[in-house]
């Protein structure tokens, strides 16, 4: 199967399609998931895709493959998943990235 380019990916975030499932995500799912883990509730207000879909369009528009976050949050994420990108690329999930043990309200500031 051809992979597509990260262009070809990148057009997917601009269908109906996704903004269908971002705003079914968003609507039974209203507050960041991580924020919720550590005690907080924050509104959240981006989609990601908890298993990497590298170009598989089944996991890209995958309901159960995608959860809300704050924006705080997501920029936590790509770190933590830069940090463990061995691991996330062996399959693991962006769960598997969170559940580090991390001291709770450490986010940082200035971004
Ligand atoms: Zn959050």
Redesign the pocket.
């Known amino acids: 199967m051809p992979q597509l380019t990260a262009r070809q990916q990148h057009t997917w975030y601009s269908t109906p399609r996704w903004a269908a499932l971002r705003g079914q995500a968003l609507a039974s799912d209203p507050f ?1 998931r ?2 919720l883990r550590l005690g ?1 509730r ?1 509104r ?1 207000t981006v989609v990601v895709h908890v298993r990497a879909h590298h170009g598989s369009e089944a996991l890209f528009f995958n309901r159960v493959n995608v959860s809300p ?2 924006p ?2 997501v920029d936590r994420l790509d770190a933590l998943i830069e940090r463990n990108k061995r691991r996330v690329v062996a399959g693991k999930s962006i769960d598997a990235a969170t559940d580090t043990r991390e001291p709770v309200g450490t986010e940082v500031a200035g971004k």
């Open positions: 960041c991580r924020c907080r924050t959240a976050f704050c705080a949050c």
